[in-house]
């Protein structure tokens, strides 16, 4: 059986994110999305808000559930017997960044990755430009799936 983890920040989960649970949960017999619990980064939502996001966001799909995770997503990747990693890439730019981190989770684990190139309607999508925007009062419900877009207008 194939499980892969497809992890992010997902603060908040756009439809370039939901893409890419929508084809992995087609590609891989289960698949894990799981959100960093790390704090050192700003976030917007909790990390019990962005759970709750990504589980109505994914409901649709039965071989898709949510997690979270703290350290290393290589440990976390083996205590769920996952042995792939799902990332999107939108651009050169994720790429030459996500490939160091795959070749290096790679190396500290034996735990490969699969990218899935964005669909080009979310090329340009990212959680922080679609918060900027959002907080400077522009459109943004393009960028989200519906339950989503009404959570990022009551959280600003
Ligand atoms: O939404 P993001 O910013 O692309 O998510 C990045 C994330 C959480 C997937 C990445 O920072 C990560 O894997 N963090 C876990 C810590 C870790 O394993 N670091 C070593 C990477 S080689």
Same mark, same amino acid.
């Given at each position: 059986m &194939?499980r892969?983890? @497809?992890?992010?920040?997902f603060d +908040?989960? *756009? ?7 929508? $084809?992995?949960a087609?590609? @891989?017999d289960e698949?894990?999305?799981? *959100? #960093?619990?790390?704090? &050192?980064?700003?976030?917007?939502f909790s990390v019990?808000d962005r759970?709750a =996001?990504l *589980?109505?966001i /994914?409901?649709?799909?039965e071989n898709? $559930?949510? #997690?979270?995770f703290d350290?290393?997503?290589v440990?976390?990747?083996r /205590?769920e017997g ?5 990332k999107g890439?939108?651009s #050169? #730019? !994720?790429?030459?960044?996500?490939l160091?981190m795959?070749? =290096?989770?790679?190396?500290l684990?034996?735990?490969?990755t699969? @990218?899935? +190139? *964005?669909a080009?309607e979310n /090329?340009?999508? &990212? &959680?922080s430009l679609?918060?900027e925007?959002?907080?400077?009062g522009g +459109?943004?419900? !393009?960028?989200?799936?519906p339950a ?7 959280a600003?």
């Open positions: &194939s892969a983890v @497809f992890p992010g920040t +908040p989960p *756009t439809n370039g994110h939901l893409d890419v649970i929508a $084809r992995a087609s590609a @891989f698949v894990i999305v799981a *959100t #960093g619990v790390n704090q &050192s980064k700003q976030r917007l019990e759970v =996001m *589980t109505e /994914a409901a649709p799909y898709v $559930r949510v #997690g979270t350290g290393l997503l440990d976390y990747c /205590a996952a042995s792939v990693i799902v890439l939108r #050169g #730019g !994720d790429y030459d960044y996500e160091q795959a070749l =290096m989770n790679r190396k684990s034996g735990v490969d699969v @990218f899935l +190139p *964005t080009a /090329a340009y999508i &990212s &959680s679609v918060k925007i959002a907080k400077l +459109p943004v419900e !393009d960028f989200l799936p989503v877009h009404a959570k990022l207008l009551a600003l």
